[in-house]
């Protein structure tokens, strides 16, 4: 059974969602060291949109909003401890 | 497909809901960006065909200009242009704008535009041209979902909105999944129309389904690219973000640099075809002339109409004082990997990418787009339609629900009030030429007054009569697009003008054709409206109130 919890999963899709394509982005332009400086910044930005945009639109297929929080918690950990330990080690 | 219908009939939510929040909105953006797509033609179809002071002046003058021009306007050494290919739209060799004090960036509307004009003595003399910027405004309405100016705060809304269009999208596409192999171009024609649109709506929906993909996600990213820089500054950039995009500084350092011996506009179009063969300048703009970083941005079209970044073509950067190319990352046939997918996301945003066949599939497109959004906003309506049951009441026509009526009266009214406006606006161009003074103060204010006026009409008359009535005027406004031109082909004497340009000639075609399909839709309309069920929001002959409904009854079944 899927809860609806509209306003919970909307807005752990839109916050966490963000945090989390912000995440990914300097992900990216911690690896993508070697591009150019204006081409790499331009790339970084570019995929903040549409990551953010697919985790929103998918949000809706937890079974509720508690796990959505807690999901979306846990994706937003994990890029950020993999972008800690990137930065650690370089 | 085998998902849980639970999950569908959420996402169905998802799809009503975000559609019908922006589906308005985006039926502007559509049909004034299918436009937006033919913005030349449009300009030179709207420019009277009086001299231009400077026109004739040969690209070997252009030093001379350049330099003459900088030490009497100063503010024209911050952004300059010269226009190696003079056409209907451009016809002057240089031109420079002129902001006003703090307007936005993205706002051309409030800019003043200059063109240097020699005079017989040797002097050059900065002359105000009057250019038309009816084909900006429309570009505006596309580019903020029908609001009058880009700002800041209007270009915010329309992200929303575009993040919207894109729940709607993913949505949409994951209520279609389940009947997705059944359904799969299924148009069943019949007397189910609901069915019949529904039909319609997915097929145009999953057809164009890619296209709109990067309608939206472009559309959010083109909204929100300055806070999402500001983000980024600090947590990737360590705040150096200015840093990375400056162009690196010459080696002179940061000393004044004296513009006079700069590379002649003719060596630097020389040197930019030798490297890049199939690549033909168009405009040169140089940026900071004076300061110590100077750019130019060479743009022009790729012969073979390759992938560019901008509708004004691609860009080849060069240094002004040595002319040599400084960076290809924008030079069609000469981007690395990564430039190339940098660059195709604007590319596929402007249809920039395949000549003029795909402009005009990108303007086939973005009709369809309209309409997809349009017919989302009547299946929403019909969904909530009433119906009359014979068996129930002995077929009373039932009232329809408030929130339908006002919903059909809105989307008619804002609809084809955009359309009306658009063509009633263009045809100004040419009526109110030499008649007014500020013809393009005209131009938003004839637009927004039809607007207006449609939707105040729409909710007066009701959305069913009204929708009869505003198609037909948007028949006659697009078809007084040719018949301007017709007329001024005609009646030489005229104050009218029709250019033989093949772009200016495309848009009396165009509209004609446009025309003459609002034409058919409306006598299509007409036909449901004054003689179709009156069961329905769209009869003209639909009951209003209870009492009304109560004496129709009986009367039903014809």
Redesign the interface.
Known sequence: MIQRDWLSKTLAGTLLGLTFAFACSAVFAHFAASLAPPIRAQLAMWMVIPIWLCVLSCVYLFRSGKRAWLWLGFANFVVAGLLAFARVLS | MKV?S??IR??KA?HTWTGILTGMALFIAFYAGAITLFKEQLVAWATPPAASPARGVPLSAAPELINQTIARHSEAARELEIHVARSASAPDLLTWKVHDEGADEHDQLSARLFVATPASDGTVSAVQAERTKLAELIDVLHRVVGLPVDSDLNRSFMGVVA?LY??AL??GLVTLLPSLIKDLFALRVGPNLKRMWLDAHNIVGLGSFPFHLIM??TA??FA??DP??L??NT???DGK?A???RPPAAPGGAQPRDPSTMVPPEQIVARVKAEAPDFEPTVLRYMRIKGPNPTLFVFGHDRHGALEQRALGGIAMVDPYTGRITST?YLPGHQ?A??I??AS?FALHFGSYGGAPLKWMYFLLALLGAWLVYSGNLLWIESRGRKAKQRVDGGAIPVQRRDTQLMASATIGVCLGAICGISLTICAAKWLHGRVDDLNSWHRILYYLTFFTAIAWSFYRGAARASVDLLRLATCLTLAIPLTSLIAAILPASALWASRDLGAVSVDLTAAALGLTFGVLARRTARRVYGGRRDSVWSAHAPVTESAAADSQGVAAE
Request: glycine share 0%; charged share 5%.
């Open positions: 849980p639970e999950l959420i996402y998802v993040i894109f729940l993913a949505s939206a996600l959010a990213v929100f690219h999402i820089y983000v980024q947590l990737i950039h973000l840093a990375a995009f990352a690395s990564s430039e997918v940098l996301v």
